[in-house]
Nanobody, 124 residues
Framework: QVQLVESGGGSVQAGGSLRLSCAAS????????MGWFRQAPGKEREFVAA????????SYADSVKGRSTISRDNAKMTAYLQMNSLKPEDTAVYYC?????????????????WGQGTQVTVSS
């Protein structure tokens, strides 16, 4: 089993930045594509960003494109999500996910492993 643990969440004012981390442990490695999703209260989980197993391909939701950067360090078995120019609508629990695929997954059903989430709160 692969375990994913998110960190780096917190409370910031609009316009601020956060860097989320997703540390993997257990049976893992570069075979996994990684993704970030978020879920606000009363709303469905939505795609944020994803990165291929090699790190050479990335995908972003329109809502965060231009403000966020997903990256990974396979040696450290860690994925990152740098979020800048944060807005109140970015407030949500952010989840890290991993999947054994050569394609970038942009939907929840494509991912096999999930972290428990980290809270991001952006105030006006």
């Amino acid at each position: 089993q692969v375990q994913l643990v998110e960190s780096g969440g917190g409370s910031v004012q609009a316009g601020g930045s956060l860097r989320l981390s997703c540390a993997a442990s257990g049976r893992t490695g570069s075979r996994y594509a990684m993704g970030w999703f978020r879920q606000a209260p009363g709303k469905e989980r939505e795609f944020v960003a994803a990165i291929s197993r090699s790190g050479r391909s990335t995908s972003y939701a329109d809502s965060v494109k231009g403000r966020s950067t997903i990256s990974r360090d396979n040696a450290k078995m860690t994925a990152y999500l740098q979020m800048n120019s944060l807005k109140p609508e970015d407030t949500a629990v952010y989840y890290c996910a991993a999947t054994e695929t050569t394609l970038i997954g942009t939907t929840s059903r494509e991912y096999n492993y999930w972290g428990q989430g980290t809270q991001v709160t952006v105030s006006s």
